[in-house]
């Protein structure tokens, strides 16, 4: 089977503009949740959505929002970026919704100037 | 407190000796357990999960849980240069994050020839 996939997986963007990431999950793969990782924080947890519905929220600000397509494929959007959202961003997929083994796709490295 | 403490390392072994990597949780009802390695660069990969007291093996690998005293470790025998890389641990299903995977901050390993 094909692993998750991410896109793009670097993008440069500047102070107040916004940004989408896609995530593909692993065929048959229903859940996708996705995390923010940056070398102060650590994995920090974003969101997890199931069946195109949101299932949970980490203690993020709105400006992070996500949403996910009846094919399991899921995207986060953050508006009016800040230099502090430059991080490492990562999607999981795994087979059920909650918590269970999950599986990360390569990421999607955002750097905002 | 941290909710999942770590030891960030590093944690420098020999080739071929028995590497020890600890945890410990903060929320007595957490229900599930997860090991994840991640390389420099790369995204983080699952290696083990654990879900009842006591001992889990898989290869290289040993989980081992202890909810009395929360805590959970994983042990890496005859390691290799190969090993080297950061150790998450994830914790869920307690009182607060039910849903959530929550993780420490990671334990570098380092395994020199």
């Known amino acids: 089977k094909a692993g998750v996939t991410q896109t793009p997986r670097y993008l440069i963007k500047t102070r107040g503009q916004q940004v989408t990431l896609s995530c593909s999950p692993i065929s048959g793969h229903r859940s996708v949740s996705w995390y923010q990782q940056t070398p102060g924080q650590g994995l920090q947890f974003l969101f997890e959505?199931?069946?195109?519905?949101?299932?949970n929220k980490g203690n993020f600000p709105g400006r992070f929002s996500g949403r996910q397509f009846s094919n399991s494929r899921s995207e986060m959007n953050v508006s009016t970026l800040e230099l502090g959202d430059s991080a490492l961003y990562l999607c999981?997929?795994?087979?059920?919704?909650?918590?269970?083994?999950?599986?990360f796709g390569p990421g999607t490295r955002l750097t905002v100037t | 407190q941290k909710e999942v403490e770590q030891n960030s390392g590093p944690l420098s072994v020999p080739e071929g000796a028995i590497a020890s990597l600890n945890c410990t949780y903060s929320?007595?009802?957490?229900?599930?357990f997860f090991w994840y390695r991640q390389y420099s660069g790369k995204s983080p990969e699952l290696i083990m999960s654990i879900y009842s007291n006591g001992d889990k093996e898989d290869g290289r690998f040993t989980a081992q849980l202890n909810k009395a005293s929360q805590y959970v470790s994983l042990l890496i025998r005859d390691s290799q240069p190969s090993d080297s890389a950061t150790y998450l641990c994830?914790?869920?299903?307690?009182?607060?994050?039910?849903?959530?995977?929550?993780f420490g901050t990671g334990t570098r390993l380092q395994v020199f020839p």
């Open positions: 994830a914790v869920a299903g307690g009182s607060y994050n039910t849903d959530k995977l929550i």
């Open positions: 929320d007595r009802v957490s229900q599930s």
């Open positions: 959505y199931f069946s195109e519905t949101q299932r």
């Open positions: 999981a997929s795994s087979s059920l919704a909650g918590v269970n083994e999950q599986y």
